[in-house]
């Protein structure tokens, strides 16, 4: 018997698969009300529900998407959904359910058209996606050059296989501290640029940089910082010198985005 995750909720969920009960289900993913403002230069703002319509999936499977792109996260009492920095930059705008003050997020209709929504709801079906990046720079093109000429062949405690002992030290470490983490996870941008390691909980990517000497690959740090930097991604950056103090330095920078380590 499963029972409601929401706060303050003990309800059975009798739906298989689902952690809300059918009331909450109802109340955090109710398409947008019809309010002054609720309509953009842009078109029709849309609930989480209709933009999971037109890509043939729940509004659960969307809400939990938009959240896994970092453009949405859950407020600290736990229901409904706030755009973050990078969904209000995708136009998320803030609303609430009138009756019981749960907030939700609408967005403009050019969310369907977004590059970086249709290659997530690509992957996350598991199929071969096409909404590749036109825009790819040729610097960022080199740095997947250099990943394909490196195999992953360092095993981890885990089961991921990493390209170095540096991340392998650093892969290891999240993962005897409990932190559920992924490797070479895309950018939730249009460029295509690959993440070494990245946290759901905090929305937060983890770089090793293991070869700052040689000048091709300190120009390509310069031009995935900037991506970060443009993109207003929280980053935490790893280098030869932090890796016999990942026990000090990980732990510390990690707080910074609301992750404690025990």
């Known amino acids: 018997m499963v029972r409601c995750k929401a706060s303050g909720c003990t309800a059975v969920v009798k739906t298989p698969g689902h952690d809300l009960c059918y009331r909450c289900w109802k109340i955090i993913n109710r398409p947008a009300e019809s309010t002054s403002g609720s309509r953009s230069s842009n078109g029709e703002m849309l609930s989480a529900t209709k ?46 359910v009138q009756s019981s003050g749960v907030p939700y997020v609408v967005w403009p209709e050019k969310i369907l058209r977004s590059k970086v929504l249709k290659r997530a709801v690509s992957d996350f079906k598991g199929e ?46 999240l993962y ?22 990245y946290i759901r909980k905090g929305n937060v990517y983890i770089e090793f940089w293991g070869m700052e ?12 910082l900037k991506l970060y930097r443009d993109n207003d991604l929280n980053l935490i950056e790893l280098n030869d010198n932090d890796l016999n103090n990942l026990d000090d330095i990980l732990p510390k920078r990690l707080l910074k985005f609301g992750i404690t380590v025990n």
């Open 51 to 96: 933009v999971g319509q037109k890509f043939g999936l729940t509004a659960q499977k969307m809400n939990l998407l938009l959240n896994e792109l970092g453009w949405t996260y859950k407020p600290r009492h736990g229901k409904g959904w706030v755009a973050s920095k990078q969904g209000k930059k995708q136009g998320g705008t803030a609303r609430e």
């Open 176 to 197: 005897m501290n409990g932190i559920a983490h992924a490797y070479e996870r895309k950018l939730p941008i249009e460029e295509d640029a690959i993440s070494d390691f």
């Open 128 to 173: 071969k996606s096409s909404a590749q990046s036109e825009t790819a720079s040729s610097s960022t093109g080199e740095y997947e050059d250099f990943r394909k000429k490196h195999d992953a062949s360092y095993r981890c405690s885990d089961g991921h296989y990493v390209r170095s002992r540096a991340e392998a030290m650093v892969d290891n470490w």
């Open 213 to 224: 000497s040689d000048p091709k690959y300190a120009a390509r740090k310069e031009v995935k």
